[in-house]
């Protein structure tokens, strides 16, 4: 039954206007499916030529490196995901990332440093300093690199850093944006100038950087409203590749310790009695599975949902069950970590999975099964 009889007393009929309130206060979590990282020498690191997560050897720090300032330009959670294997974590993000007039411009935002913080990751905040013209489109640059050298010194500077990395991030904020934003306005007009290329108006440079003139606090407001925003955008689309058993979305407000906040908006919730399912969807109309980027994507939102305490609809408490689903339309039926295991290799088998695939979905549930939470795989017919 989707809707139990507490659903009356919230008056949750409906659930599309359904708000969630939860806590972080820690994380605990034991990655099973991570990629082995290369590893870099640091004698050889160049971040540009560098994968796009690796293991710095002499330091044993797993490094990941975003596109793009914007999380859904890209799967930056993979990558984030694939490092937290490493004792230590450094993810290095371009503050602002302009593509030409003709393309797009993103601006870092307060609630991904947030999340990195919660995660444990130092952040790097990085520029890029090259560029090529793209070969299509006029007023527009391609393979965008970031300036090498700021960013083997801030490795450096972390190395020596004895503080958590929510403090370093912090501190960073507070100390290096405001002037790293100045070195990317005037990065971006040195490449305009040598590749004839026109950027967006500076203006918009210059206000992102007036946030800073209060501080972390007005840089935080400013970026939660738009990514309020966003998740209220989010809440009223059903993506076309979500395959779910209802339309049901909702959104998830999660506060830290520290009353730093994350907006994010569940594929899909349904109740029963005090718990309360907040399920991620990721689909495949391709293949047996979803791609192992879209996978990982939904494991990192697990990272989270695992550690939820104080979830609340309405100030009534719930008991948080989180579910990665994972629908294809060329399987048939449909198994849980939840089932046993010869339940689930009899199901293996009759999908004919290959090898890696059959092997992966044993990762998964037992990535799961370690840390509280149900892997659904499922088959769905195709649209007519």
Known sequence: ML??????????????????TAKITGIKYKVNCADNLPIININDFNINSAP????????QYGIS??????????????RIYNTLIAPKRITIIPIIKDEGINGDRDFIQWDTVS??????????????????????????????????????????????YHSSALHWNLKEINETLPILIDKAKDSYVHIGDKLNVKFHNELGVQKFKNQFNEGVINFMKTSRNK?????????????????????????????????????FTTDEIFISGESLFL?????????KLPSISDIKDGLLKMVLYCNLTDVQINNIIFTPKPI??????????????????????????????????????????????????????EGVKKND
Do not use: C
């Open 52 to 59: 796009s997560y690796f293991l710095l050897s002499e330091k």
């Open 227 to 263: 990514a309020m925003e966003a998740q209220n955008r989010e809440k009223q689309t059903l993506q076309p590749k979500e395959f779910l058993s209802t339309s049901t979305k909702a959104t998830i407000t999660i506060e830290n310790y520290l009353g730093g906040k994350y907006y």
């Open 65 to 78: 490196k975003w596109v793009s300032p914007k999380r859904t330009r890209s799967y930056p959670f993979e």
């Open 115 to 160: 999340l990195m913080s919660l995660l444990d990751i130092y952040v790097i905040f990085a520029y890029y300093d090259k560029a090529v013209i793209h070969p299509l489109r006029q007023n527009k640059v391609t393979n965008q690199e970031f300036n090498n050298e700021y960013i083997e010194n801030k490795i450096i500077e972390i190395d020596n």
């Open 324 to 377: 990665l689903k994972l629908t294809s339309s060329h399987i048939e039926g449909k198994i849980s970590s939840n089932n046993s295991q010869k339940e689930i290799d009899e199901f293996k088998i009759l999908a004919n999975f290959k090898k890696n695939d059959a092997e992966l979905i044993d990762r998964l549930f037992s990535e799961a099964n370690i840390n509280n939470f149900e892997v659904i795989i």
């Open 279 to 287: 399920i991620e969807g990721k689909h495949s109309s391709n293949s």
């Open 3 to 20: 809707l139990s009889s507490i659903s009356k007393s919230l008056n949750l009929n409906n659930t599309n206007n359904m708000d969630i």
